[in-house]
């Protein structure tokens, strides 16, 4: 019986963050990964640090918006289904509530002056918050040369190219295959090397 | 039946955008544009409110499109179908990827995009800095026009916002209020005295 509701208070507590997550993220996209970040990794511990740079890898790469890609990829791994379910619905039930509303009064919203106002301040906050999320995950990351070149080449053609991002998530995904056959040929030959003598 | 048009395009919208964010604009403009479900300026009208409202902006445009083409019925119809797609791939990853996550192949293509993400996410704060610090259509063509072109309020809040993010580790929803705040300082209160 226990058991039980220690499970439904964590589903509820799975909604009400990524309720709090859809609630709070404006300019959408990248805005979100610093809030998903601080709320699953160092509020919840839900995720373990090392992890999350690969959650996000994962929700960039599937199709679909990258917020709601991340909410159902952790829901799913702090409750299982109904985790990624009330997840799911709690990043997106925000939006849609004031969506819905906004499309009532469309015109009218539009020329609210100070409601313009305070969202350009807002946009100025979130560039902070995604630098803020550039530095913490990486200081985490591990630096070889190799992976140092391609945070480089990324970084540059995603900011002076109109490259689909896909592509660079591919490029990256098969130069760390090639990678790993390299290493494992490699370590095959050592064996060899260490039975021959 | 225009809710079954309705979910058919917009599961393929969520189907078939790969990247996120502003790269689904081009395929959304195209699906609803084409079906004359909104005119090309309504659409640009509504990016600019979508950037101002909480939330992705796919699911954003899904919402609007499905109240202003079928109401409240409409609405649930569009936001339903953009996530679908996607929660039923992450689904079977996420249970896949607690079994294979060790495996050395599956962390071989992470090795190689983790970079990529980060340095993705860097150049999101690139762009998002050009945009929004230096005004848009104004020809530099020498540091005077540079100084000139740059849009000092946003800058200023950047970096008010830096300090107290970094320097007293504010809670970024907390964040998010104090630059509304601000912005409410620098483009409405400030401009009445001087």
């Known amino acids: 019986m226990k058991e039980k509701n220690s499970y439904r208070e964590k589903l509820l507590t799975v909604f009400i963050t990524f309720f709090k997550i859809g609630l709070f993220t404006f300019g959408g996209g990248y805005a979100m990964i610093p809030l998903i970040e601080y709320e699953t990794v160092e509020r919840h511990h839900w995720i373990e640090s090392k992890d999350i740079l690969d959650i996000f890898a994962i929700a960039e790469a599937t199709p679909g918006v990258i917020a709601v890609n991340t909410a159902t990829f952790v829901g799913y791994k702090v409750a299982g289904f109904w985790g990624s379910l009330l997840a799911t619905l709690g990043v997106v039930i925000p939006s849609f509530t004031i969506i819905s509303i906004i499309a009532l009064f469309f015109q009218e919203f539009q020329s609210l002056e100070w409601v313009g106002y305070a969202f350009k301040g807002v946009r100025a906050g979130v560039i902070v918050l995604i630098l803020g999320a550039v530095v913490k995950m990486g200081k985490k990351g591990e630096y070889t040369p190799l992976t140092a070149l391609i945070l480089i080449l990324a970084f540059g053609l995603a900011s002076f190219t109109d490259i689909n991002v896909i592509y660079l998530l591919l490029g990256g995904a098969v130069t760390g295959l090639v990678y790993q056959v390299w290493l494992n040929r490699k370590q095959a030959d050592e064996k060899n090397d260490a039975v021959k003598k | ?194």
């Open chain 2, 1 to 194: 039946m225009i809710y079954l048009e309705l979910f058919i395009t917009f599961f393929k919208i969520g189907l078939f955008t790969i990247g996120g964010g502003y790269a689904m604009i081009p395929l959304i403009q195209q699906e609803v544009v084409a079906h004359g479900w909104l005119t090309l300026l309504e659409l640009t009208d509504f990016i600019a409110v979508a950037e101002s409202t909480p939330g992705p902006f796919a699911v954003n445009i899904a919402t609007f499109v499905g109240m202003e083409m079928g109401g409240l019925l409409g609405a649930l119809v569009t936001t339903m179908a953009v996530v679908l797609p996607s929660f039923i791939i992450i689904l079977f990853i996420a249970k896949a990827f607690t079994n294979f996550q060790q495996n050395k192949w599956v962390q071989g293509t992470l090795y190689g995009m983790r970079p990529v993400v980060i340095g993705l996410i860097a150049a999101a704060v690139f762009l998002l800095m050009s945009s929004g610090f230096i005004s848009k259509g104004v020809g530099i063509y020498s540091v005077d026009d540079f100084f000139a072109a740059l849009k000092y309020q946003e800058i200023i809040i950047f970096l008010i916002g830096c300090f107290v993010y970094f320097r007293f580790k504010l809670h970024p929803i907390k964040l998010i209020l104090v630059s509304a705040g601000l912005g409410m300082l620098f483009f409405g209160v400030l401009p009445m005295f001087y």
